[in-house]
Structures are given as structure tokens and as C-alpha cells.
């Protein structure tokens, strides 16, 4: 079926095209983020996060990463500032990451990749009436990408981390309320922006990137965990292990990347 992709030799990004020629598009993400050519934009505010009545709902497989869903029904969590016109909601948070030693980030910086990538999703609400609706508008999603590097173990990754054997399997979902993931946020919300597209297919060209500069610490030990997850079904008798989930950085096609201040 044509919306079979998936991260391998016969099903990953360097075919995504044939399904999603937009995949060759003028606006793909990730990209490679030079800092000395994003220059400072001083009418770049910060970006505001209200994420304190957020209401986390599930954390689900989805055969092609974690992902922990959230009431988007009202304007509980949003973002909003920076780049942004209005208010954007929460939708859901997953990652991307790589294999045992190797890095899984999809956005790079002056060539180097990050262990991993947290990518909060958020719907413009504002001018649209649902979250696929958004996902085809060129000012519809803005996601917040934040890197991961290891270290130290993140006090409250453990609670995503600790979660995760209840969803190893594709399609498994299990409750996952009242996470708030203000607690994985760096402490400087620095960020660079430009205008890209969703990383995975369909690819839209729809996404307000906000990628933060600084990047958050996990332990080898909690990043091995996401690598027990698995890509296949509980049904299918080849175990393939959930790793190497991210997109290589995309042309930048004359893009401006600004940074905040
Ligand atoms: N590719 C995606 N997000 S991402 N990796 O571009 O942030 N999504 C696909 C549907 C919902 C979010
Ligand atoms: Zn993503």
C-alpha cells in the first residue's frame, strides 16, 4: 500500500519520494543548521510555553517511533511567540534516535548530529478547524524540536522511559496522563527557526521549525531503552528493533534560518 515507509535499505528515506514526491520539495526538513549563517533576528521574541493545564492522554508505538498524545480539545498547552502568529496546540511529543554508539538527530549542527531529537507537535487551531486540516497548511504546525546528548541520567526521562515496555510493539497504546513535558526542557530556550515540512511521511510543507539551541542530557542507559521498542507488530515473527528513526538533513533551497536573540 502506498503508505507503507518505514527507515530501511527497501522502505526508508531515500525512496519516500515515490510515494511523497513532495519528499524533493523546496521546503523538507530536517536541514543542517550553520549558526554563523543564522543571523540574530531582534524582532524574534522568545516563545512563550503554557503547558500548565496540559493533559497528557497515552503513549503509543506506532511502528515508527514513541509518541505521547495529548488533549488538543481547547487551548489547555500551548506555544505560542518567537516566529509564531498566534497561539499553536499541543498535539503530541515523540523522538527520533540512533542505533547502540551512533547518533539520532534529525536536525544537525555544522555538520554534527545529536544522540537524539524530542519533537513537540502543535496545531494551529486559531485559523484551522482540525489537526489534519493544519497539517496541509504552509502556517499550520510548529514544532519544537529540542536535542538530546548523553550524560548524566535526565531526573524525569525515567518516567517516559519507565513506560516504555508496555508499548514495544507497533500499534500498543497504554494511558499516560498528567506529564507535563515542561520537564524536559533546557534551561535557555534559545532557538533557531525556518520554514520546513514534517519529517516523516505524508512530509507536508507545513511546519514553523523551532529548533532549541541548547539540548537536554540523557543517560546511555535511558536512550538504550528506547531501543527496546521494536518497529514490528506483536503478530509478525521478524523482531525488528526500533533505531535509526530519523530523516538525513534535507537541500535548504535558499531558506533563511533565523536565530532568536
Ligand atoms: N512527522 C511528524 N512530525 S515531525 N517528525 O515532523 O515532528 N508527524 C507526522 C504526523 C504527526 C507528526
Ligand atoms: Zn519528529
Known sequence: KGNQWGYGKEDGPSIWHKNFPV????????????????????????????????TSLNITNNGHSVV???????????????????????????????????????HTVEGMSYASELHLVHWNAVKYKSFGQAAEAP????????????????????????????????????????????????????????????TTPPLHESVIWIVLKEPIIVSEKQLGKFRTLLFSGEEEDQRMRMENNFRPPQPLKGREVRSSN
Not at 96 to 101: L, M, R, S, T
Open 23 to 54: 519528499a524533493e520539495g523546496d521546503r523538507q526538513s530536517p536541514i543542517d543548521i550553520i549558526p554563523k549563517e543564522a543571523p540574530r533576528d531582534p524582532n524574534l521574541g522568545p516563545i512563550v510555553l503554557n503547558y500548565d493545564q496540559c
Open 68 to 106: 505521547v498524545e495529548f488533549d488538543d480539545t481547547d487551548d489547555r498547552s500551548v506555544i505560542q511567540g518567537g516566529p509564531l502568529g498566534n497561539p499553536y496546540r499541543l498535539k503530541q511529543f515523540h523522538f527520533h534516535w540512533g542505533g547502540k554508539g551512533c547518533h539520532g538527530s534529525e
Open 139 to 198: 502556517d499550520g504546525l510548529a514544532v519544537l524540536g529540542i536535542f538530546l546528548d548523553t550524560g548524566d541520567d535526565h531526573r524525569w526521562l525515567h518516567m517516559i522511559t519507565d513506560a516504555l515496555y508496555m508499548v514495544k510493539f507497533k500499534a500498543s497504546v497504554t494511558d499516560f496522563k498528567g506529564f507535563n513535558p515542561k520537564c524536559l526542557l533546557p534551561s535557555s530556550l534559545h532557538y533557531w527557526t525556518y520554514l520546513g515540512s514534517l
